[in-house]
Each structure stands twice: as structure tokens, then as C-alpha cells.
Nanobody
Framework: QVQLVESGGGLVQPGGSLRLSCAASGNFFSINVKDMGWYRQAPGKERELVATTGRDGSTTYADSVKGRFTISRDNAWKAVYLQMNSLKPEDTAVYYC?????????WGKGTLVTVSS
């Protein structure tokens, strides 16, 4: 069983910054982690990919966040972070942490990010 706990969400003004964190714990070995990442779901919309980071060091970003968001992780695959700069109202959503293992796809419960003046 894997637990993912997000933190760092909140209310921020347009143009501001936030840093999201996700702590991973439970019964898994880092060698079995395929990738970790962040997804988000805005009200009335489907969940969408924000950014992921893979074992080979590759990163993937949604076009809408390229140049503004940066994903990073620790070497033990116990934490993943999302630095969000130049936030826009359309970034408002619940942000979910995701960990893909060789046999399972795990999700956190999410943290709310609200971008509003």
C-alpha cells in the first residue's frame, strides 16, 4: 500500500507562486517506481496531466504550464515537488500527486490551488 500526501496548496494572486509537495510512504521499493507526477482537475473538467518525471530523468509538461511550472523529486522517490510561477486564474484546480509503480497507479487526495485577486 502506498500513501501519497500533498501539501502547499492555497490562495494566491495572479502572477504569484506556490510550491506543492507530495510525500510518499508505504510498502514500495524505489526500484519499482516508473514515474511520479502531478495532475489537476478544475471544476467541471476532467483530470489532466500537469507534469511528470520518469526514471530516465525525463520530464513531461502540459503545454499550458511549460515555462511556468517545474517538477522535481528526491533521489529516493519519496517526494515530488511542483514549483508553480506566474500563476493564472485558469490554474485553479485540485492538484493530485501520482505515482506509477510496475503494478499499480497510486493517487493522493489532492490539494486545492486557487488563483484569484
Amino acid at each position: 500500500q502506498v500513501q501519497l500526501v500533498e501539501s502547499g496548496g492555497g490562495l494566491v494572486q495572479p502572477g504569484g507562486s506556490l510550491r506543492l509537495s507530495c510525500a510518499a510512504s508505504g510498502n514500495f521499493f524505489s526500484i519499482n517506481v516508473k514515474d511520479m507526477g502531478w495532475y489537476r482537475q478544475a471544476p467541471g473538467k476532467e483530470r489532466e496531466l500537469v507534469a511528470t518525471t520518469g526514471r530516465d530523468g525525463s520530464t513531461t509538461y502540459a503545454d499550458s504550464v511549460k515555462g511556468r511550472f517545474t517538477i522535481s523529486r528526491d533521489n529516493a522517490w519519496k517526494a515530488v515537488y511542483l514549483q508553480m510561477n506566474s500563476l493564472k486564474p485558469e490554474d485553479t484546480a485540485v492538484y493530485y500527486c501520482n505515482m506509477v509503480l510496475a503494478w499499480a497507479n497510486n493517487w493522493g487526495k489532492g490539494t486545492l490551488v486557487t488563483v484569484s485577486s
